[in-house]
């Protein structure tokens, strides 16, 4: 069978091999059935492993798994679960590439056969690895269940690139019985990720596990195509985008909500008095802030008040699960959450200040009219988007304001969003697109029209219809259970988030 993909490695085997004799305390230790021919093939075989399994790691999401093989057979392996002859390795991303490369070698000779054959090829043997790919998100209403997902049986295999150099050709392979699970597109950046995490290792011996660049200049083309007609920055902080209309449209409605409607001016005021309160509980920049709420005007009054604050939001779902918080608490050191009344007692244990945002305890702040942080910049930190964490430990993804501003910007122009424009704050709080669905309509001097927390079909149609909204974004699931003439004043329908079906709208 044809490889996936095939790169020709960025190091040579010597390399391979002074790292090797650089990472082994006393290679003159070795027994002399170990010298010779067999050293060096060892030694690119054990240096390859470590980082293949660096690799898979990262690709993976996952910190534990299962190694074996034989370096002097030319065979190993990473996989993600228990098999015969293989031993138990977790990696600690701060640890470093040397300590792991004897934890790897001794998870190795923990099993190995007590007479190793002799090699005097330098052909190596297949790697293979286990790795997950979810063929749906994790259930929201039941994130203990553990769904079954296709496995994709990797392999690389090393050759000569030709008879005269001393460089080597690494191939990827795939032994699924059926269509494998890995697309080409997908085969080659993992193994570009791979060439790239090895001359890393070569260049960077010293560095950590998580420091390990695997950025390679295939991914940087990618990167080059995907952002070729993308906007420049837009050096603007998040909520000074938003909260601009304050001045010059103080009176027009910013949130329409079922439980409260807010002008800008209004908006601009509560989040202001909220900000300096949050500064004095410890807020800076560069600290990340909880945010937990149901549908709700207030929660978006919170996320405004922690940007002004300098700080950085992390939205999350009342029902994620414990570890799932747990993680993203520990990873992120938050010290501080903005909720909702009826969600204080069950953070209290998790997070040291919780701080309940109602309209009560807004109006009791006192009047600030001054700017709350001078410290924040552009380049700041403004809120971190978390995977699920289906395939392990959640990822996060630390967005700047610069950034985020500049995709807002274009999203409003691309819609052609303007001040008559109503929007829905139709997702829950913890998906990235909820946060255009208030960002948005307010960069563009709109309005943000939040539904009430009911979560059928019927009240999702009542909610439009209310709040008069004519722009949404919504899942193609939801989308294709309404109907236009049900809802005369909705104009634009985003569709995203799920596999294109079949839509009633044209």
Not at 48 to 74: K, Q
Request: charged share 20%; proline share 7%.
């Amino acid at each position: 069978m044809a490889p996936i993909a095939t790169v020709a490695l960025l190091v040579r085997p010597d390399d391979l091999l002074a790292l090797y004799e650089g990472f082994v305390s006393d290679p003159s230790s070795l027994s002399n059935e170990c010298r010779g021919d067999v050293l060096p093939h060892k030694a690119s075989l054990a240096i390859i492993h470590l980082a293949w399994t660096v690799t898979v790691r990262r690709w993976a999401g996952i910190d534990t798994f299962r190694v074996g093989g034989n370096y002097f057979r030319g065979v190993c392996y990473v996989h993600d679960r228990d098999i015969p002859h293989s031993a138990l390795l977790h990696m600690n991303p701060e640890t470093s590439l040397q300590e792991l490369f004897h934890q790897l070698s001794g998870a190795m000779a923990a099993d190995a056969p007590s007479v190793p054959r002799k090699v005097t090829s330098r052909s190596l043997g297949n790697y293979s690895a286990t790795i997950c790919l979810p063929e749906s998100p994790r259930p929201i209403q039941k994130c203990e269940a553990t769904e079954k997902m296709p496995q994709t049986s990797l392999h690389l295999e090393f050759s000569p690139l030709t008879k005269t150099t001393d460089q080597w050709l690494v191939h990827l392979h795939s032994e699924d019985s059926a269509e494998p699970s890995l697309t080409s597109a997908m085969g080659a950046s993992m193994l570009h990720a791979f060439n790239q995490t090895l001359n890393s290792i070569v260049e960077s011996p010293a560095c950590s596990v998580n420091a390990v660049d695997m950025c390679s200049e295939h991914h940087f083309n990618q990167i080059r195509a995907f952002t070729k007609d993308i906007s420049p920055f837009n050096n603007t902080l998040l909520h000074d985008l938003c909260l601009r209309h304050a001045k010059t449209q103080p009176n027009a409605c910013a949130i329409d909500s079922w439980d409260g409607n807010l002008t800008y001016e209004e908006l601009d005021d509560l989040t202001s008095r909220l900000a300096h309160h949050l500064i004095a509980q410890g807020v800076r920049p560069d600290t990340f802030v909880l945010c937990c709420f149901p549908k709700s005007t207030w929660a978006i009054v919170g996320r405004l008040a922690i940007l002004k604050a300098g700080g950085a939001y992390i939205s999350i779902d009342a029902s994620d699960p414990p570890f799932y918080l747990e993680s993203i608490i520990r990873r992120t050191q938050t010290r501080i959450m903005l909720t909702a009344p009826e969600y204080v007692m069950r953070f209290q244990s998790m997070v040291s200040t919780v701080v309940e945002v109602t309209p009560a305890v807004l109006s009791s702040l006192p009047v600030k009219n001054s700017v709350a942080c001078r410290d924040v910049r552009p380049d700041s930190p403004c809120l971190i988007l978390f995977t699920s964490g289906s395939t392990g430990a959640p990822k996060g993804i630390i967005q700047e304001h610069r950034s985020y501003a500049t995709a807002i910007y274009d999203y409003v122009a691309m819609l052609g969003l303007d001040a008559s424009s109503r929007v829905l704050q139709f997702d829950d709080y913890a998906f990235d697109i909820s946060n255009n669905d208030f960002l948005a309509p307010l960069t563009a001097g709109g309005c943000c029209c939040v539904p009430t927390p009911e979560k059928t079909i019927a009240a999702l149609r009542e909610n439009i219809n209310a709040l008069r909204v004519n722009m949404t974004f919504l899942t193609p699931t939801v989308a294709i259970q309404l109907g236009p003439r049900d809802m005369p004043t909705l104009k634009t329908v985003c569709i995203g988030g799920e596999p294109r079906i079949y839509m009633k709208f044209d």
